[in-house]
T-cell receptor
Framework: GDSVTQMEGPVTLSEEAFLTINCTYT??????LFWYVQYPGEGLQLLLK?????DKGSNKGFEATYRKETTSFHLEKGSVQVSDSAVYFC?????????????FGTGTKLQVIP | DTAVSQTPKYLVTQMGNDKSIKCEQN?????MYWYKQDSKKFLKIMFS???????INETVPNRFSPKSPDKAHLNLHINSLELGDSAVYFC?????????????FGPGTRLTVT
């Protein structure tokens, strides 16, 4: 079946450090890939997405590139801030008969310290 | 305007009780979901409805019964609550169609069973 594997957290970084959160996937077909972010006490919200190979999604300084050859969608940010502290979820979505089946990774908690 | 809303935000109840969680979206989406998030932040899909029709029903105990009176609402009723039902429950919605679309999440309902 389809699956998403994320690096385990928590990840603790100092402010202005470089961030990478690894994400790899297994899917039948050609999925769309997403990163969602969950701030404390809130629901998930979309951070960025990519719908086909070599697409780069970007938002709020975060980037991820859809790599079909390595089945990966790693999240990166050049300089993290305390406000980036949250849980990050990688997800894939496959469309079957007009319906989406979304598979989420286990989430990676990021803590940024001043 | 809130896109996806859930009530209540917190629910504390005793084992054996029956409770409901309500969800409404004002985005005009055709597809709605229920997810369960455990204490380790693992997110698991429970149900998905498209235009009031059940399309995904994961291995969830039949004590859980979703009801969609119209495509803007998807409620979750839980019978005979157990300690293991304690979690945060998220409602989400998305467009339906031939492509993969982002999901919009509600703020969550924290259920505590004592």
């Amino acid at each position: 079946g389809d699956s998403v594997t994320q690096m385990e957290g928590p990840v603790t970084l100092s402010e202005e450090a470089f961030l990478t959160i690894n994400c790899t996937y297994t899917a039948t077909g050609y999925p769309s890939l997403f990163w969602y972010v969950q701030y404390p006490g809130e629901g998930l919200q979309l951070l960025l997405k990519a719908t086909k190979a070599d697409d780069k999604g970007s938002n709020k300084g975060f980037e991820a590139t859809y790599r079909k050859e390595t089945t990966s969608f790693h999240l990166e940010k050049g300089s993290v801030q305390v406000s980036d502290s949250a849980v990050y979820f990688c997800a894939l979505s496959l469309n079957s008969g007009g319906y989406q089946k979304v598979t989420f990774g286990t989430g990676t908690k990021l803590q940024v310290i001043p | 305007d809130t896109a996806v809303s859930q009530t209540p935000k917190y629910l504390v109840t005793q084992m054996g009780n029956d409770k409901s969680i309500k969800c409404e979206q004002n985005l005009g989406h055709d597809t709605m979901y229920w997810y369960k998030q455990d204490s380790k932040k693992f997110l698991k899909i429970m149900f998905s409805y498209n235009n009031k029709e059940l399309i995904i029903n994961e291995t969830v105990p039949n004590r859980f019964s979703p009801k969609s009176p119209d495509k803007a609402h998807l409620n979750l009723h839980i019978n005979s609550l157990e300690l293991g039902d304690s979690a945060v429950y998220f409602c989400a919605s998305s467009q339906a169609g031939l492509f993969s679309y982002e999901q919009y999440f509600g703020p969550g309902t924290r259920l505590t069973v004592t």
